[in-house]
Structures are given as structure tokens and as C-alpha cells.
């Protein structure tokens, strides 16, 4: 069975109109709940248009910002002023710009000992919130796909599906960075998770996806990883789908 195989699939005519609905959804998450709603964010470049659309008007003002608590999927061990830090860049982005509580954003310390921090992130979600058979369960995921296929920091050639533990460190295999990512048992554990891709430099991975899934003896973790009591959406521009050969 694979991932992808599991997914709705939404084909949006520019990564604009795909930022748009994701936005909109924050908005019905934000105003439909009356206890607090845990959403995991992805990092890299792909999410940078959504949060600059959800920093400004109308839709900033539309959201119940005080509902929603943010958390990582993955994080690079460099402090937040550096470029690479998927927390600083949302934080210069969006958080910083809307009436948001601070103790409802929960950085991954990239500035911090990748290990002790893993340990740290684990028990705050573990504290925070609900719990679905025993692991820390979101409201809703947001997950990137890197050309090489793979996702949060979970990487081809170490993907550890059967690691149970919430965090853990990795590194990156070319640049050997070291990483913060939440494991495949906590992002399978989702209510709802959702891929963001964009662009034709993916197009390579998305295919051999698409057509193989997770049926490789060395999976891609961008297959692997899907919401197994959810919802599991793939969003994609045309541009992609179109150069994948992937159709809605
Ligand atoms: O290293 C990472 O890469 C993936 C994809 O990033 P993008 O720049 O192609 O959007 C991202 O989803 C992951 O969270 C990130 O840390």
C-alpha cells in the first residue's frame, strides 16, 4: 500500500491558488474548534508564500490566531537569525506580524544539542497535545517533498519507520548538517496531513512516487509517511503535475 496511492490529489493552477486554500483552512480550523488546534508546519522554501499570505489582510484578520498552537515537522541546528532556520523564517515572516500568543509557537531549538532537544520536543508534545494510541496526534500536518524524496528530515537511505520515539536528530547525507525531525510514527499519527510541492525541479521524485510508491525495498520517505487514521492530501501546481504526468 502507498502513501500516495491513499492521497486525494489537488492540482491548483499556480502555487499562489495552492497557498490561497491552504490558508483558508487555517481559517476554518481556527474558528470551528473550541479548544486549542495543533498544527505542524513544514520548513524549507515551499511554505514561505503561505505564510506571507496568511501575515496580511484579509485572511490574517479572518483567523482565530489565540485557537491555533505551531510546532515543527523539522528543524536545522542553527540559531534562529540564520537563514537555514525554518523557525527564524517563519517567524520573520508571519509570526512575528499577527496577534498570536507566544506560548502557542513551539520552536525545535536548532540552537540547541540536536539530541537533548529531540528529547525536550518530545515530552512538550507529549504534554500539549491529544493523544492518539499513546503518540502526540495534530490536527493537521504540512509536509514539503525534497527532490531527492524526502520529507521533514526523514531522508532515503535513513528512514526509520519503526522509530516510535516523537524526535529525533538526522543528518543531512551531502551536507551532513544536523537536523531536528519528528518521527514517521508522530506524522502518520495525524487528523489531517497535507503535502505542499511546487515547481518542475520535483517532477523526477513525484513520478517514481506516483507510479511505485512505497513498494521500493528502500522507500522514499515522501511515500511512506501518510496520515493511517486520517485524511492524507497531495497539493501540486500544474506545473508539476503536467512534468510528472500526474493527474487529479
Ligand atoms: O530540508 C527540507 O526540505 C524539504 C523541502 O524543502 P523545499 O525548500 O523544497 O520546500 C522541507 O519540506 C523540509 O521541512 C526541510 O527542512
Same mark, same amino acid.
Given at each position: 500500500m502507498s502513501g500516495f496511492s491513499e492521497a486525494e490529489l489537488r492540482i491548483f493552477p499556480d502555487a499562489e491558488q495552492m497557498a490561497a486554500e491552504t490558508a483558508q483552512l487555517f481559517r476554518t480550523i481556527s474558528t470551528s474548534a473550541g479548544e486549542p488546534q495543533h498544527i505542524c508546519l513544514s520548513g524549507g522554501s515551499t511554505p514561505l508564500k503561505l505564510f506571507k499570505l496568511l501575515s496580511a489582510p484579509p485572511i490574517r484578520d479572518h483567523? /482565530?490566531?489565540?485557537q491555533l498552537h505551531f510546532w515543527w515537522g523539522d528543524e536545522r541546528?542553527? =540559531? #534562529?537569525? /540564520?537563514?537555514?532556520?525554518n523557525y527564524g523564517q517563519a517567524h520573520r515572516i508571519l509570526f512575528s506580524t499577527i =496577534?498570536? #500568543?507566544?506560548?502557542n509557537i513551539h520552536p525545535m *531549538? $536548532? /540552537?540547541?544539542d540536536a539530541e537533548q532537544e529531540s528529547v525536550r520536543y518530545a515530552r512538550e508534545l507529549e504534554r500539549e497535545l491529544p493523544l492518539r494510541n499513546g503518540l502526540p496526534s495534530f490536527r493537521l500536518i504540512l509536509l514539503g517533498l525534497g527532490?531527492? $524524496? %524526502?520529507t521533514a528530515s526523514l531522508f532515503p537511505g535513513a528512514? @526509520? #519507520?519503526? *522509530?516510535?520515539? @516523537?524526535a529525533f536528530p538526522a543528518r %543531512? @547525507?551531502?551536507?551532513g548538517q544536523m537536523r531536528i525531525t519528528l518521527s514517521p510514527a508522530v506524522l502518520n499519527n495525524g487528523e489531517e496531513l497535507i503535502y505542499l510541492v511546487t515547481g518542475k525541479g520535483k517532477a523526477g521524485v513525484l513520478k517514481e512516487i506516483s507510479t511505485y510508491g512505497d513498494s521500493? =525495498? /528502500? #522507500?522514499y520517505p515522501g511515500a511512506a509517511v501518510y496520515a493511517r487514521h486520517g485524511r492524507t492530501r497531495w497539493f501540486l501546481d500544474e506545473e508539476l503535475a503536467a512534468a510528472a504526468g500526474v493527474r487529479g
Open positions: 483567523i /482565530d490566531w489565540e541546528c542553527v =540559531p #534562529p537569525e /540564520d537563514d537555514q532556520s =496577534p498570536i #500568543p507566544e506560548t *531549538r $536548532g /540552537d540547541r527532490s531527492d $524524496g %524526502h528512514f @526509520p #519507520p519503526e *522509530r516510535r520515539e @516523537p %543531512h @547525507p551531502e551536507s521500493r =525495498p /528502500d #522507500p
